[in-house]
């Protein structure tokens, strides 16, 4: 999906090649100083949010289901305040959905900008709020069965952070 010219987004079940993306993002933008990417991958182990809540539990697979539409919707609305805060020359987010397994890619952040700061702060930012604004549900099948997982106060206090960067 294009929010614009220079932000793309994806949902999507296939892998994606961190190389091309890259090169994709390298390609969108002129006069590119900097380039930052985050690629998430599923855990092998998955530590509960609870510390006291015993060991860290084998993944079998990770299922993750979300609402065609809504979230393409909340990852444009993420995106676009991206750059409206920072001067983003070029970005791509792309979220997988469905059956993945550990050491799986899940998600790609990435943004080219003229320096540093504006892409490092844009890409962290976006990261964020991907993990406590997109509408993504992770069913989680581990050597001690199946669960829904939670979302962590570590995430929604990263998020956080950002507010008193607006005022």
């Known amino acids: 999906m294009i929010v614009s010219e220079h932000l793309l987004i994806s949902v ?4 994606f090649n961190v190389g091309q993306e890259y090169a994709l993002l390298r390609n969108m933008a002129d006069n590119v ?18 510390t006291d809540a015993g060991p860290a539990s084998k ?5 993750l289901e979300h609402y065609p539409g809504m979230t393409e ?48 702060a844009a890409t962290e930012f ?4 991907l993990k406590t604004r997109a509408p993504f549900w992770k069913r ?7 669960e829904w997982i939670e979302s962590r106060d570590s ?3 990263a998020a956080a952070r950002w507010n008193s960067d607006k005022d």
């Open 73 to 120: 919707k909340a990852l444009q609305d993420i995106v676009q305040e991206a750059d409206t805060r920072w001067r983003i020359q070029a970005c791509k987010v792309i979220h997988r959905v469905g059956e993945l397994h550990a050491g799986d890619q899940i998600v790609f952040v990435g943004t080219a900008s003229a320096h540093r700061a504006d892409a490092f």
């Open 126 to 129: 976006i990261m964020d709020y």
């Open 59 to 63: 993944v079998l697979n990770l299922f």
């Open 140 to 146: 989680q099948q581990s050597s001690e069965g199946s």
């Open 155 to 157: 995430d929604a206090a």
């Open 33 to 50: 100083g900097a380039i930052a990417v985050f690629s998430g991958l599923v855990r092998e182990f998955y530590e509960p949010a609870v």
């Open 12 to 15: 999507q079940e296939d892998d």
